[in-house]
């Protein structure tokens, strides 16, 4: 199988590379437009900020180049986040997979909030054949300071100060704010059901 993980400048691209290596796949880590078309299967990871991640993909074309793939392709943490329309991280316009879906800072009501969110939290109200073997309220790990709306394209929720969306999904673009090369048993599962993909 040949994964492809979009190169750029995001971080957290090395742990996701050893989490597929445990599960026998080897991923390419590129930002080659015809070795991403040609993949089967793309990641587009991230750990950083958006309006510079954007700026660095629009400068190199990837923009253009990731709304028009048409194979499952896998958006982790920050990378879910600039599927969104909108990230109120420096008031960035992303790049607008998941319609009118809005990318918003925590605002902690409590001290017992700490933002950012970083650590172990429950994913519910599993929905699509990503989840397949992954049970409901099972714990993955966290490290996000911004969450995006609950919408239509919801597939997990999770509940931090409040409920927003932690899994999206419209076509063959999968998103999730949690860190599924992080997430022990329920992250490698996760990476297996996507790799399983077929559209």
């Given at each position: 199988?040949?994964?492809?993980?979009?190169?750029?400048?995001?971080?957290?691209?090395?742990?996701?590379?050893?989490?597929?290596?445990?599960?026998?796949?080897?991923?390419?880590?590129?930002?080659?437009?015809?070795?991403?078309?040609?993949?089967?299967?793309?990641?587009?990871?991230?750990?950083?900020?958006?309006?510079?991640?954007?700026?660095?993909?629009?400068?190199?074309?990837?923009?253009?180049?990731?709304?028009?793939?048409?194979?499952?392709?896998?958006?982790?943490?920050?990378?879910?986040?600039?599927?969104?329309?909108?990230?109120?991280?420096?008031?960035?316009?992303?790049?607008?997979?998941?319609?009118?879906?809005?990318?918003?800072?925590?605002?902690?009501?409590?001290?017992?909030?700490?933002?950012?969110?970083?650590?172990?939290?429950?994913?519910?109200?599993?929905?699509?054949?990503?989840?397949?073997?992954?049970?409901?309220?099972?714990?993955?790990?966290?490290?996000?300071?911004?969450?995006?709306?609950?919408?239509?394209?919801?597939?997990?929720?999770?509940?931090?100060?409040?409920?927003?969306?932690?899994?999206?999904?419209?076509?063959?673009?999968?998103?999730?704010?949690?860190?599924?090369?992080k997430s022990a048993k329920a992250g490698e599962e996760l990476?297996?059901?996507?790799?399983?993909?077929?559209?």
């Amino acid at each position: 199988m040949n994964v492809v993980i979009i190169k750029y400048n995001a971080g957290n691209i090395r742990s996701v590379l050893f989490a597929l290596e445990r599960i026998g796949i080897k991923a390419t880590v590129t930002d080659d437009p015809l070795l991403i078309q040609a993949a089967d299967k793309v990641i587009f990871p991230g750990v950083g900020e958006a309006s510079t991640a954007m700026s660095y993909l629009k400068e190199r074309e990837l923009d253009k180049l990731i709304v028009s793939l048409q194979q499952p392709v896998l958006g982790i943490c920050l990378g879910m986040q600039l599927l969104c329309e909108h990230s109120e991280e420096n008031d960035t316009a992303c790049l607008g997979i998941y319609e009118n879906v809005r990318v918003r800072k925590f605002t902690p009501a409590e001290k017992q909030f700490k933002v950012p969110q970083i650590g172990w939290n429950t994913i519910y109200d599993l929905k699509t054949e990503l989840f397949t073997n992954i049970s409901g309220n099972s714990y993955c790990y966290f490290v996000h300071g911004y969450y995006a709306d609950q919408s239509p394209y919801s597939i997990a929720t999770t509940n931090y100060i409040k409920p927003y969306s932690s899994a999206l999904r419209k076509n063959n673009f999968y998103g999730v704010q949690f860190h599924p090369e992080k997430s022990a048993k329920a992250g490698e599962e996760l990476l297996k059901n996507f790799l399983s993909l077929s559209l």
